[in-house]
């Protein structure tokens, strides 16, 4: 296929922009032209629930570039331009003012948007969201010392934002029907240390489902109804604020209209390719083919650009390595590694009541992957273990006396140190 001499990006989020970076380091000299339904320079969104949330950070801060970046590396960023379709057979997008612009290949990088509660009143404005900078805004200014929140899941972004609530002195409820939310993503032990974590910060927990969202025309109350299914008790919480922490949907209008394959996010293969040879998708908006989720985090997003760079130049891709995130919540930071439902076993490092500790997991011989609150270092050397396929001894893992970076220097010297991996 010929090198491409215009490309167009579809959304202007750090997957987006880290594919613009990518395509220049790499050499592309064409044209390179951002499409954003948003305004303004694009932003980083993990601050959204952290500094911007507690008022410690303006948009400047966040700015996944500075203004002058796009200029230098020949990024026509159109702010403000929503795409309406692609046209990868006629090489080109719309935009929604109607124009037709001409592109030999597409990036989709359109993102997630939250889910609404599936409930009665779940799509009531008064439930905030947290996506983009403008629904931090809007949040941040209802945050007000003694306010009433309730904040429903307490997955990642729920709990950074009920964190946040009780910092900034509101009186918060977090209500999840899962009893220790992110068990199944970072293991039994971390999930449980950090979900009780809220209730000695003065957070009131409540295991329960929603049924239905009461706000009333003219009401500053919002009265959120729980299931009474035995799961929950059956009652009403009022709050000044309610906040909606369930999850995203990716954005695949798009795509499914361009005729894509399209399957819990757009289905991509190695280089980040969509069924259309001229399509490539990256961040929260595409999913592995194989890969059973989605991984909606930063450093995906990031990787993910880089790798569309790789597939749309026809370049050999950087070798992938083990999926990576972190959360903050109460001054302590959550990392993890790796997939934790792969791992056959658990070994602990530290103790848990010491606030920093970590949980390897590991299947055979082999460390699939490693979650740690406050311990950098651990889940440092665990994504090198894993992503270096060394066997391990799980004793020498447990031992808080071993260095986990020196078990790469051991296995360095072992004969049998595979370390075959497939690309992204
Ligand atoms: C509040 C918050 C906190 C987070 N904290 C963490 C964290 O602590 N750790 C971590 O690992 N991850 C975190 N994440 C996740 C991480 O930020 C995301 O995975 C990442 O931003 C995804 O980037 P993206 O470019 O795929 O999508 P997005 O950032 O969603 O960007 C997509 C963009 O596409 C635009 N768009 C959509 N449709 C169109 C169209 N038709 N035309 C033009 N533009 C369009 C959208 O407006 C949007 O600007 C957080 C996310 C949020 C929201």
């Known amino acids: 296929m010929s090198p491409p001499r215009s490309v167009a990006v579809v959304g202007a989020g750090l997957a987006a922009v880290s594919a613009c970076d990518a395509l220049r380091a790499q050499g592309y000299d064409g044209e390179l032209v951002l499409y954003s339904a948003e305004r303004g320079l ?38 403000g331009t929503p795409v309406r379709a692609i046209r990868p057979h006629e090489g080109g997008v719309e935009r929604a003012d109607g124009v037709v612009a001409g592109a030999d290949r597409v990036v989709l990088a359109t993102g997630g948007t939250p ?38 899941g307490a997955g990642l972004i729920g709990a950074e934002t009920a964190a946040v ?40 927990v409540i295991t329960a489902g929603v049924e239905r969202v009461e706000h ?43 005729g894509l394959r399209v399957d819990n996010g757009v289905v991509v293969h190695p280089g980040q390719r969509t069924s259309h040879p001229n399509v490539f998708a990256v961040g929260d908006v595409a999913r592995l083919d194989g890969h059973r989720v989605r991984h909606e985090h930063w450093d995906a997003a990031q990787l993910g650009g880089a790798a569309a760079a790789h597939g749309i130049l026809g370049r050999p891709l950087p070798p992938a390595g083990a999926t ?12 993890a590694v790796g997939t934790m439902a792969d791992a056959e076993r658990t070994v602990l490092r530290g103790a848990p009541d010491s606030g ?13 992957a490693a979650a740690a609150v406050d311990r950098a270092r651990d889940i440092k050397a665990a994504r090198r273990i894993i992503d270096r396929d060394v066997p391990v001894d799980p004793a020498l893992l447990a031992d808080e006396g071993t260095d986990l970076r020196t078990v790469l220097k051991r296995s360095d010297t072992a004969p049998d140190a595979a370390r075959g991996r497939t690309h992204r």
């Open 216 to 258: 009333r025309p003219g009401a500053t109350e919002v009265l959120v109804h729980l299931a009474g299914d035995g799961v929950g008790d059956g009652r009403v919480v009022a709050a000044d604020t309610v906040v909606a922490g369930i999850g995203i949907r990716p954005v695949t209008g798009l795509a499914e209209a361009a």
């Open 324 to 335: 990576w995130f972190w959360s903050d919540r109460h001054g302590c930071r959550l990392e």
């Open 42 to 79: 694009p932003y980083d969104r993990p601050p959204l629930s952290k500094d911007v949330l507690l008022g410690e950070a303006r948009r400047d801060d966040v700015l996944l570039r500075p203004e002058r970046w796009y200029e230098e590396q020949r990024v026509d960023l159109r702010d």
């Open 165 to 204: 609530a009780v910092a900034l002195g509101c009186r918060v409820t977090l209500v999840d029907p899962v009893p220790v939310p992110l068990a199944a993503v970072v293991g039994d032990e971390i999930a449980g240390v950090l979900h009780r974590r809220h209730t000695a910060e003065g957070i009131e």
């Open 115 to 152: 889910r609404t509660l599936p409930v009665p009143g779940g799509d009531d404005p008064a439930v905030h969201v947290l996506r983009t900078w403008q629904d931090a805004e809007r949040l941040r200014e209802r945050l007000l010392p003694r306010s009433r929140v309730t904040v429903v």
């Open 356 to 368: 920093a500790f970590t949980v390897l997991g590991l299947s055979g011989d082999r460390l699939v």
